[in-house]
């Protein structure tokens, strides 16, 4: 009986023996292999995995040529935005996010330790943090609505969170006019560049997990691997 798992494990090996590639790349080709292999069963009319398996690694091309196409390719374009987003995501932890009434200075790690609850600035650092084993090839995140829609939501939330802090810096009546003593108490005087860069971090981690979803799409039936364009190593 065909395992299709026991034949990925072989060709990999075969692929650590005869070409350059780090395990990265090569994580990433058999993420792609497996791709060509469910696409290819799918446009059967009889499915086969053994056909398939063969189809795909047809498909996907030499050692040799691998090597090459990974070197021109260079690091993918997702990965690249993802570790931009992740850097600002980080540096907001250990600086300034908001200075409060009686000079009260809270740092970024201070707010995250303290958000609790269903909120946006919660539910967006949790989507983040999720995305942390992306930058090591994990499998979770690969579908197509999944990671959009969480892009969204990123999206959506550091938008909101640059306009609010636009709003708060250069026109703050509009937003303590309308709020309570105790609550104008509570209510930041002043952001820092903590909150900037937070705020900021979320729109190109939201982009790379778009950029991700359409790479993990873009393998076509038929199409060589090593004729691929550019956007296939996205």
Known sequence: MFDLDREVRRWRERQECTSSLAAAELDELEDHLRARVNLEM??????SRR???ALACEGIGE????SREFAKAGTPRWRKVMIAGWTMFGASLVLPVATYDRELVRYGFEVLLTLSGFNPPTLSN???LLTVPTLWNARHLRGRWLPRLLAG????VGIFALVFGLVLTFWPEVIISGLAGYQRAM???ALGLGFWLWAG???PVATAL???????GQMQPGASFTGANEGAFE
């Not at 799918?42 to 499915?47: R, T």
């Open 126 to 128: 949790l989507i983040v």
């Open 153 to 156: 939501l990123l999206g959506a």
């Open 210 to 216: 778009v950029l991700r979803a359409r790479h993990f």
């Open 187 to 189: 209510f930041a005087s």
């Open 63 to 66: 050692s040799n040529a691998l």
């Open 51 to 53: 056909r398939a398996f």
């Open 201 to 203: 971090s979320l729109l």
């Open 42 to 47: 799918e446009l059967m009319a009889v499915p």
